[in-house]
T-cell receptor
Framework: GAVVSQHPSWVICKSGTSVKIECRSLDFQATTMFWYRQFPKQSLMLMATSNEGSKATYEQGVEKDKFLINHASLTLSTLTVTSAHPEDSSFYIC????????????FGSGTQLSVL | SQKIEQNSEALNIQEGKTATLTCNYTNYSPAYLQWYRQDPGRGPVFLLLIRENEKEKRKERLKVTFDTTLKQSLFHITASQPADSATYLCALDFGDDKIIFGKGTRLHILP
């Protein structure tokens, strides 16, 4: 089946630093990738929809200058948390839809971000 | 207001019994409804998708029903096993790249 690789699995950083998270579709092309964050025992909250070669569409309440998304190719999207603060600590997950229009989403394994 | 609710935060079921999870929604008209499994510290894994014009879908020990009048989906695991213990998420898919997830139900299968 299709595989989405997400790195790093976990990261600890100091307040004020920036963290980049990568999401790659390994064996398929994805025109659209999605970024979510999830707090413990909570639902996946969609942060933004990333389309290859164009600007990401952010959900209401998500700061686009803080959460920079780049979707440079059909297999790679990155999320950069800029000037991270402790309240940004969360589980971040990416997902991708197959280029050929499969309805189901393939998820990465997630990144646990802890900001000290 | 628009809501998606999964019946309970946690559910304990004896091994071998059928586990039934519920997903209710209000003020949405999804094209599809999807179910995912999520293990702790991992990303969700797709299980089943059911379209608005389908009433039931099966895959091995899994069965999903979709009632667009009641705005409800039921997810069944028959002959449950301890390995089925996980959080199960329902998701409303509007067919336009927007998918909304419920909070999930933590299922514990007791040996």
């Amino acid at each position: 089946g299709a595989v989405v690789s997400q790195h790093p699995s976990w990261v600890i950083c100091k307040s004020g630093t920036s963290v980049k998270i990568e999401c790659r579709s390994l064996d398929f092309q994805a025109t659209t990738m999605f970024w979510y964050r999830q707090f413990p025992k909570q639902s996946l909250m969609l942060m933004a929809t990333s389309n290859e070669g164009s600007k990401a569409t952010y959900e209401q309440g998500v700061e686009k200058d803080k959460f920079l998304i780049n979707h440079a190719s059909l297999t790679l999207s990155t999320l950069t948390v800029t000037s991270a603060h402790p309240e940004d600590s969360s589980f971040y997950i990416c997902s991708a839809r197959h280029l050929r229009g499969s309805e189901k989403l393939f998820f990465g394994s997630g990144t646990q971000l802890s900001v000290l | 207001s628009q809501k998606i609710e999964q019946n309970s935060e946690a559910l304990n079921i004896q091994e071998g019994k059928t586990a039934t999870l519920t997903c209710n929604y209000t003020n949405y008209s999804p094209a599809y409804l999807q179910w995912y499994r999520q293990d702790p510290g991992r990303g969700p894994v797709f299980l089943l998708l059911i379209r608005e014009n389908e009433k039931e879908k099966r895959k091995e020990r899994l069965k999903v029903t979709f009632d667009t009048t009641l705005k409800q989906s039921l997810f069944h695991i028959t002959a449950s096993q301890p390995a089925d213990s996980a959080t199960y998420l329902c998701a409303l898919d509007f067919g336009d790249d927007k998918i909304i997830f419920g909070k999930g139900t933590r299922l514990h299968i007791l040996p």
